[in-house]
């Protein structure tokens, strides 16, 4: 499977984007969803998850801010990004939770600044 991740850019503090995750397979083939971040330096990390049955999950540092969503129609995942900081910059992935080794993609670059 693939999974392309595209939306990312550089956007002001308290800015907005919207992060869209292409799959190759049928969506319904993955069980939970998830969005991850990378910071340089750092482990990368899952900040937002979806399930199958629709329940999703963020990390603090997020909720609020982020919503994660999914269209079965377009094979999709998607992140809402609102308000965001510099703190949120970073390379942003998606990926089955847990995720899936060969399915990381190059990912999405987020640059939060002035």
């Known amino acids: 499977a693939q999974l392309v991740e595209s939306g990312g850019g550089l956007v002001r503090p308290g800015g907005s984007l919207k992060l869209s995750c292409e799959v190759s397979l049928t969506l319904k083939s993955f069980s939970n969803m998830g969005w991850y971040r990378r910071v340089p330096g750092k482990e990368r990390e899952l900040i937002a998850r979806i399930g199958r049955g629709g329940v999703t999950n963020y990390i603090d540092s997020v909720k609020g801010r982020f919503t994660i969503s999914r269209d079965y129609a377009k094979n999709a995942v998607y992140l809402e990004m609102n308000n965001l900081e510099p703190e949120d910059t970073a390379v942003y992935y998606c990926?089955?939770?847990?995720?899936?080794?060969?399915?990381w993609g190059q990912g999405t670059q987020v640059t939060v600044s002035l």
């Open positions: 990926n089955q939770d847990p995720p899936i080794r060969p399915y």
